[in-house]
Nanobody, 120 residues
């Protein structure tokens, strides 16, 4: 069992930056693929970024070049550095932990989410 707690959300002006953190409890954090997702009001939850245990990363096209995902296995923490924020980045951001299933990530554990609001 893995418990995930996000922090770092808040209100920021367009063009600003925020860094989200997700602290994980439980065993074998380094073995999990870690992901960030977001859900805006009235919209489906969408993928933002993920980082595999070996450090390779994948990003949604909408955040590529602006967001950076990283992990610190010694601290059982995954981060999402968000730069050049836009109003359309406004959403609740969720951290997730999962495993590789048939070559893709399948997420089993989710955090409670942290609100990010970008004002224009």
């Amino acid at each position: 069992q893995v418990q995930l707690v996000e922090s770092g959300g808040g209100l920021v002006q367009a063009g600003g930056s925020l860094r989200l953190s997700c602290a994980a409890s439980g065993r074998s954090f380094s073995n999990y693929v870690m992901g960030w997702f977001r859900q805006a009001p009235g919209k489906e939850r969408e993928f933002v970024a993920q980082i595999w245990s070996g450090g390779s990363t994948t990003y949604a096209d909408s955040v590529k070049g602006r967001f950076t995902i990283s992990r610190d296995n010694a601290k059982n923490t995954v981060y999402l550095q968000m730069n050049s924020l836009k109003p359309e980045d406004t959403a609740v951001y969720y951290c997730a932990a999962g495993s590789r299933v048939l070559g893709t990530a399948e997420y089993h554990y989710w955090g409670q989410g942290t609100q990010v609001t970008v004002s224009s």
